[in-house]
């Protein structure tokens, strides 16, 4: 509660236990939420130096520059924190769909009560 | 990558080590980016049940609605879930400022090359 994350003017990223924050990933233009990643202090650095979305893979253990074999890169148009530092905010402009499966977005199926998903179309993302 | 959640009709998150999912919480009528927050099975439970936004502290170690304390509840108006169902999406009508510091969204700042974060209006957020 004494931690002064949310007034700082500079920027401490609250990492976790692995050396992560939540990397939150929205189209500049639209808002749409597109993915989800995680990011290092190397991720971090290496998206503000080239410009391009770098994250960090849990599942294999490495850096990563989104793009890198399906073209469908992310260029970053401003990064933005959130209050207590442990999430950063990408608005980016996509080149591509950003999900793996071809999807403009990876949020692409809403969640019933009965615990069934229904696919929405590309155009219900907002 | 042999995994079948992505193209799933069935609702199953795929929880941490410490079984949770990511929560990323956006205004449903205007698609802006509130805040990031963690579930666990029973918060998800919750929330399905009672429509209104539950979310589990790391912090506390608690369950915790959103606005026990302050008021400003989110009201469930969709859940999402991504390809990998390691993170769901709240679209929420929220009853105010979704921040702690009294703030509609908790990315108010804006993070510089040289990390120093400027302070954004409340409705740069987009």
Same mark, same amino acid.
């Given at each position: 509660m004494a931690d002064q994350r949310d007034t700082a003017?500079?920027?401490?990223p609250r990492f976790d236990a692995a050396g992560l924050v939540t990397a939150i990933v929205t189209?500049? =233009?639209?808002g749409v939420l597109l993915m989800v990643a995680h990011m290092n202090a190397d991720a971090i650095e290496r998206t503000q130096a080239t410009g391009k979305a770098h994250f960090w893979s849990r599942s294999r253990s490495a850096l990563w520059r989104k793009?890198?074999? =399906?073209?469908?890169e992310l260029t970053l148009v401003e990064m933005r924190v959130d209050c207590d530092q442990d999430a950063v905010l990408l608005r980016v402009r996509p080149a591509?769909?950003?999900?793996?499966?071809?999807?403009?977005?990876?949020?692409?199926r809403r969640v019933e009560a009965d615990g069934s998903l229904v696919f929405l179309d590309d155009d219900a993302h907002s």
């Open positions: 003017d500079r920027f401490l189209d500049a =233009s639209t793009g890198e074999t =399906s073209g469908n591509g769909p950003a999900c793996h499966t071809g999807r403009r977005s990876c949020f692409y």
